[in-house]
């Protein structure tokens, strides 16, 4: 490996040598990715190996202690706090295991939030949402609140608000860990169908080989190491 | 499983007699089928003509148990070969798994490494077949689900290995 970080050619977002030590815990050992447009990548390994530390790394959540982040050709570690939160917004979506809508909302508030955050008015923001709804089936609960949806439901919900500002990479971590298997593979059919129509780049975090089996290919991390291993083989 | 390889690795720590060979393969594979040895004969015949092992010395008084063997280089590029080849997803493997890993640790290999060459493997079937589903009609779907639900079985198992390789490795070279 050199020292250097050389992206692949056409990749939209890439990690060099990410290293993320929480003070005695080290989650991030010189990890190393890259994701084309329109690919779907599985990260899988071990609980505890370093895979949650390396998305929110990749979506500039969390600033590695040393390595290089990439996006679009942009050094992450060159812009300040706003610059990568509009990024934030306006590039990338994200789906985690529960918990992320709001529960006074209802769910087409919820899908049209972060258009409304981007200024966008509301009539324009839930006509937007409803058309993600739609598509991920859900279009009927629209004027409930998240309490009252089953857990399938309310993650399809979930990838819809992930989607409505047409991200250029969907950032997921375990989206199916709480869900049964039909609600499961469901709902990874329709992520990746969505994303791959929009030609989203998804960075998938699970430990479920027939969710990983919605990807084109997979990472695995270990002791914060990865491997990539369509490019090893 | 393949016995050849399985005692070609096991020749690997160092020369063996044939009937050393079998007791270490029964201690550490055979638990439920130990081999005969007429079968230890006649692997070992087969792999002294491929050239992959060697007559090491002969103790006195005949018969076959008395000869010692060794693996030859050309062994030791088979049994590396077999190590990183990964095996054709398909039920029930575990066994042929079970003795790649524990001749990894063996042998000072990296176990890890083999698990992760398998997993992808499994996940190249488990893909296409995913794909299938997608395209595919109800019954499509059932029967892909079915194969989809045993590989998933594997690496189930797969992973649960990989978390334990370190306390294996202490079991195994005990
Ligand atoms: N905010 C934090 N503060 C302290 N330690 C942390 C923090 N986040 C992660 N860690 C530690 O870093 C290591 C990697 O954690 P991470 O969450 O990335 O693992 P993971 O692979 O996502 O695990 P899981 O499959 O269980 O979600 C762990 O040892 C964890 O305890
Ligand atoms: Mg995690």
Redesign the interface.
């Known amino acids: 490996m050199t020292a250097t970080a050389t992206p692949p050619a056409g990749s939209l977002l890439t990690a060099h040598d990410l290293r993320k030590a929480y003070g005695p815990t080290t989650a991030l050992d010189g990890a190393s990715f890259s994701i084309h447009p329109g690919e779907v990548v599985a990260v899988?390994g071990?609980s505890g190996s370093g895979k949650s530390t390396l998305l929110h790394c990749l979506a500039g959540i969390v600033t590695p202690d040393s390595g290089s982040i990439t996006y679009s050709g942009r050094e992450m570690a060159t812009m300040n706090d706003s610059q990568r939160s509009a990024l934030r917004r306006s590039e990338f979506g994200f789906v985690f295991q529960f918990g992320q809508l709001v529960p006074e909302l209802t769910c087409v508030e919820n899908v049209a939030l972060p258009l409304r955050l981007n200024g966008t008015s509301r009539k324009e923001a839930e006509r937007a949402a409803l058309t993600w709804m739609e598509r991920l089936e859900v279009d009927g609960l629209k004027g409930k609140r998240p309490g009252e949806v089953s857990g399938g439901q309310g993650q399809r919900v979930a990838v819809a608000r992930a989607l409505v500002t047409n991200p250029r990479v969907l950032f997921a971590d375990e989206p199916t860990g709480a869900l049964d298997s039909l609600n499961g593979e469901r709902v990874m059919?329709l992520l990746t169908e969505a994303a791959r129509s929009t030609n989203a780049a998804v960075v998938l975090v699970t430990?479920?080989?027939?969710v990983?089996?919605?990807?084109?290919r997979?990472v695995?991390v270990?002791d914060g190491k990865s491997?990539d291993?369509e490019r090893i083989? | 499983m393949s016995i050849g390889h399985t005692l070609l690795g096991l020749l690997e720590s160092g020369p063996r007699h044939g009937y050393d060979l079998k007791r270490a393969f029964d201690e550490k594979f055979g638990h439920d089928r130990p081999l005969h040895y007429g079968q230890v004969y006649s692997t070992m015949s087969r792999l002294l003509k491929n050239g992959l092992v060697e007559v090491d010395g002969i103790e006195p008084g005949g018969g076959p148990e008395r000869k010692r063997y060794a693996i030859t280089d050309a062994g030791v590029t088979d049994v590396q070969q077999w190590l990183a080849t990964p095996e054709k997803p398909e039920p029930y493997l575990q066994s042929t798994l079970y003795t790649k890993v524990v001749l990894a640790l063996l042998t000072h290999r990296n176990a890890a490494e083999l698990l992760d060459t398998q997993r992808s493997e499994h996940l190249r079937l488990m893909r296409i077949l995913t794909d299938r589903k997608r395209q595919g009609d109800l019954a499509d779907q059932l029967i892909c689900d079915h194969a989809l639900f045993h590989l998933e079985a594997d690496l189930r198992w797969l992973e649960l290995t990989a978390a334990r390789l370190d306390r294996l490795a202490e079991a195994v070279t005990r």
């Open positions: 899988m071990p059919e430990h479920e080989a027939r990983a089996a919605y990807s084109d997979e695995v270990r491997r291993m083989v």
